[in-house]
């Protein structure tokens, strides 16, 4: 019998309240708990990622079936990965023009801290939220 997928990672900018906030949002919307999270500050990013993908903090992004998904790509996957009316909205969004919506996405990437903060330190997973973290 064939081993299953590996869970796909979400990778963020740990000190963005906006990208905290996606990882929030995704915890409470997946309700199987099959996305897990690292912060692209640490050795999980370090290890999975390619370095130059790895070292760049303007971008949300997911490591699935062995692809690395950025920027607005990697948004879209995560909606459609939640079910339910993200997976509708994912789909709606999909007829904007990639070059669009990384347009888009790196607009809001670039005022990220001003608009939504930027922590001290990296989130940490509360205990419930532990083992969907990599470290």
């Known amino acids: 019998m064939a081993e299953p997928a590996p869970r796909p990672i979400v990778f963020f ?30 050795d999980a990013a370090r290890g999975l990622l390619p370095p130059d993908v790895a070292a760049s903090l303007d971008s949300i992004v997911l490591l699935a079936d062995g692809k690395v998904h950025l920027r607005a790509a990697a948004v879209l996957r995560i909606l459609a990965s939640l079910g339910g009316p993200w997976r509708v909205l994912a789909a709606v969004a999909r007829l904007v023009p990639m070059p669009v919506l990384d347009g888009l996405y790196a607009f809001i990437a670039r005022r990220r801290y001003r608009w939504f903060g930027k922590r001290d330190r990296c989130r940490l997973p509360t205990p419930e939220e532990r083992s969907y973290f990599l470290n």
């Open 13 to 42: 900018d740990g000190l963005c309240g906006l990208c905290n906030g996606l990882v929030d949002f995704a915890l409470q919307e997946d309700p199987d708990h099959h996305l897990r999270f690292a912060s692209l500050q640490g």
